[in-house]
């Protein structure tokens, strides 16, 4: 099972919008609504920002958003803030009760 | 609260078996609704799922391919725990280790990391 692709950096200035992107196949991302992303801040441990594709855990900033066209999952950053400065990785269920995460992306705040 | 608090040696040397154990507070290893996972991160690698434990009426584990010839996710009831065993390790698997729980879910927990080490 090979990782899912995601650009390796994205920045943007503070108040606009960004978009990350996590390619897979048809056989994880295209075939589930089972697309998590998580933010990692260095030396931390991953936090979930979206699950389900498009679900918002509660706490998290509404500034975050997902969404899914065929088998590209994207994470959308709006009013982009300094504390956004951050490595984003997408996680998929692949089948087979197998998991895979992307490449990751580093965010950037200019 | 779950807590998932991580313990085990930060160096093991090549050919020997990297072993770790995740104890779990706030929620039961042998919960009939949750799954118990191993993830690593390296630079080179990046995050990579290792696999799980299950309990649905009987246990089960599931194993990422690159790893599945050497792996074994254990459940221990007994303290509330889950452990890690990974085998002939080289250089290649030095990376920071980490257990959570339902990582696809909505209320998925982490445990703090570990950094493990293969060297001589």
């Known amino acids: ?110 | 609260q779950v807590q998932l608090q991580q313990s085990g040696p930060g160096l093991v040397k090549p050919s020997q078996t990297l072993s770790l154990t995740c104890a779990i507070s706030g929620d039961s290893v042998s919960s009939n609704s949750a799954a118990w996972n191993w993830i690593r991160q390296s630079p080179s690698r990046g995050l990579e799922w290792l696999g799980r434990t299950y309990y649905r009426s009987e246990w089960g584990n599931d194993y990422a391919a690159s790893v599945k010839s050497r792996i074994i996710i254990n459940p221990d009831t007994s303290k509330n725990q889950f452990s890690l065993q990974l085998d002939s390790v080289t250089p290649e698997d030095t990376a920071v280790y980490y257990c959570a729980r339902d990582i696809l879910s909505g209320t998925p927990e982490w445990g703090q990391g570990t950094l493990v080490t293969v060297s001589s």
């Open chain 1, 1 to 110: 099972q090979s990782a899912l692709t995601q650009p390796a950096s994205v920045s943007g200035s503070p108040g606009q919008s960004i978009t990350i992107s996590c390619t897979g196949t048809s056989s994880d991302v295209g075939s589930y609504n089972l697309v998590s992303w998580y933010q990692q801040h260095p030396g931390k441990a991953p936090k979930l920002l979206i699950f389900e594709g498009t679900k918002r855990p509660s706490g998290v900033s509404n500034r975050f958003s997902g969404s899914k066209s065929g088998n590209t999952a994207s994470l959308t950053i709006s009013g982009l803030q300094a504390e956004d400065e951050a490595d984003y990785y997408c996680c998929s269920y692949a089948g087979s009760r197998i998991y895979v995460f992307g490449t990751g992306t580093k965010v950037t705040v200019l």
